[in-house]
């Protein structure tokens, strides 16, 4: 059983219930119902109900990859108790059609008749703590011991995660990967040597407090934004329709055999999402990337300079430069991405991919050529790859995580309709861009160390003082130097 309570050996079922009085009278005429076991529950559905397919009188059967539930459609089913299982089940394609043969069970089990393996009360597989032990037997519990009474506990529906477009990360996808994710590792962690345990702890810890070290730069991008929150805010409308139309183009792609192909190997690396640190992959990131965050950069970086910006003037310089920041970001994902392919090459593509971050932010801001943008971005990053991780790590928490997670919260404990939740995450998502983007770009103006003469606290009254009083600060410092 490859699921979150990853365990050897799985047992499921189906059950088919006739009103009727005998076996005979059975075979007459169709059931009235029938179950389909999943996890510790399971789903009824009605014989003539929409939901539950047929051929001819046969009831169709959709198991979940891994986790061998019982499903009544294809899609993926989502579920946080114990009848439904903590996590997702997979029922899309690709399926393999398995016919089943019906084998007669004797009402009488001899020790010796070859189903004697139904007299067994043990269990199927290896006896460990917890949820990853293997099942008992068919035979143990009420679906086999009493049948009738069962099925009237159970669920009438199971609840299935929209295949719809969002803007940002699902919520309900994010929901899957980390249950799956904290599946694996509670199966796998006791297994490991303490020292090793404690030596990927620690190298853990690293990147999460150059994360912490760059919260002051998100800070400060904070004061700008709520100073400029009607500019901002503005700029996030623009993100929806964007984000939407990259999902939409990403899933007429994904039809085809080439474009799945590449879209799962982008997935799969996520070096995309880690180039550009805004927490998305595939086309809705490349979009944003080269469409609106080049105008975020270009109003943080007037702003920055105390020089008066609109946010049509912004956008007109970003749709200038559009050709020189697509090819610029395209080449260092292509390169990330071949370099992925190899194993022995997976530590520079880390490596590459932080001194790359700033590539865009080497466009707009510097006028980097295309060949010439990532190694501008390299020599910005160099003495200061740590942060830069951290500040990448802190980027893609600000935008990925707190729409998925409050709208997860506001589904399971709140009573929220799936729709709701992932509409709210998305608009999350597209007040929280920009937010990230300027952060991103104050802090490549720092490390940059080309900063304008210090600025005169009277002189740019439509910034607020702590922002003056920090961008004062730093000019200073680096006029000395």
């Known amino acids: 059983n490859d699921f979150n309570n990853r365990h050897e050996g799985d047992w499921e079922m189906i059950q088919l219930t006739w009103d009727v009085s005998s076996v005979d009278e059975a075979l007459t005429m169709p059931p009235v119902s029938v179950a389909y076991a999943q996890h510790s529950g399971a789903e009824r559905a009605e014989w003539n109900e929409d939901k539950l397919e047929r051929e001819g009188t046969h009831a169709i059967v959709y198991v979940s990859s891994g986790s061998h539930a019982a499903y009544y459609s294809r899609s993926i089913w989502i579920g946080w108790t114990p009848n439904t299982g903590v996590g997702c089940d997979d029922t899309d394609p690709p399926s393999e059609r398995v016919p089943l043969r019906v084998i007669g069970i004797p009402e009488v089990i001899e020790a010796d008749s070859p189903f004697a393996w139904l007299l067994f009360e043990g269990r199927w597989g290896e006896h460990v703590r917890w949820e990853f032990s293997g099942p008992r037997g068919p035979n143990i519990g009420g679906k086999w011991t009493t049948p009738v009474t069962w099925v009237d506990h159970i669920r009438d529906e199971s609840v299935a995660v929209p295949h719809r477009d969002t803007v940002g990360p699902g919520p309900m996808r994010m929901f899957c990967s980390v249950t799956s994710l904290a599946g694996r590792m509670m199966a796998e962690v006791p297994e490991v040597r303490r020292e090793i345990a404690a030596l990927v702890i620690a190298l853990s810890l690293v990147p999460l407090m150059f994360a912490m070290l760059a919260w002051r730069y998100v800070a400060r991008a904070l004061v700008l934004y709520v100073r400029h929150l009607p500019l901002f805010l503005t700029i996030g409308l623009i993100v929806y329709p964007i984000a939407i139309a990259g999902a939409a183009a990403e899933r007429a792609i994904n039809r085809t055999t080439l474009g799945s192909t590449l879209l799962r190997w982008s997935g799969e690396a996520s070096l995309p999402q880690f180039v550009l640190g805004i927490g998305l992959g595939g086309l809705q990131q490349?979009?944003?990337?080269?469409?609106?965050?080049?105008?975020?950069?270009?109003?943080?970086?007037?702003?920055?300079?105390?020089?008066?910006?609109?946010?049509?003037?912004?956008?007109?310089?970003?749709?200038?430069?559009?050709?020189?920041?697509?090819?610029?970001m395209l080449l260092a994902v292509v390169v990330l991405l071949l370099m992925s392919a190899t194993v022995v090459l997976l530590p520079l593509v880390v490596f590459f991919a932080v001194r790359w971050l700033y590539t865009p932010h080497a466009v707009i801001i510097d006028g980097a050529a295309a060949l010439d943008?990532?190694?501008?971005?390299?020599?910005?990053?160099?003495?200061?790859?740590?942060?830069?991780?951290?500040?990448?790590?802190?980027?893609?928490?600000?935008?990925?995580?707190?729409?998925?997670?409050?709208?997860?919260?506001?589904?399971?404990?709140?009573?929220?309709?799936?729709q709701t939740g992932e509409?709210?995450?998305?608009?999350?998502?597209?007040?929280?861009?920009?937010?990230?983007?300027?952060?991103?770009?104050?802090?490549?103006?720092?490390?940059r160390g080309k900063l304008p003469e210090p600025i005169p606290l009277d002189a740019a009254p439509h910034l607020p003082r702590p922002a003056l009083d920090a961008l004062s600060h730093r000019s200073s410092r680096a006029h000395r130097t």
């Open 286 to 328: 490349l979009l944003l990337g080269v469409l609106v965050a080049p105008a975020i950069i270009h109003v943080t970086y007037d702003l920055y300079r105390q020089d008066p910006t609109s946010l049509r003037q912004s956008w007109r310089t970003a749709l200038h430069r559009l050709p020189t920041t697509t090819a610029a």
């Open 373 to 418: 943008a990532r190694q501008t971005s390299a020599s910005v990053v160099k003495g200061h790859w740590g942060q830069t991780l951290g500040m990448a790590l802190l980027i893609g928490f600000i935008t990925g995580v707190p729409g998925p997670v409050i709208a997860v919260a506001l589904i399971v404990f709140g009573g929220v309709s799936m």
């Open 423 to 447: 509409t709210l995450s998305s608009l999350i998502f597209a007040a929280t861009f920009p937010l990230a983007i300027i952060a991103s770009t104050l802090y490549y103006l720092n490390i």
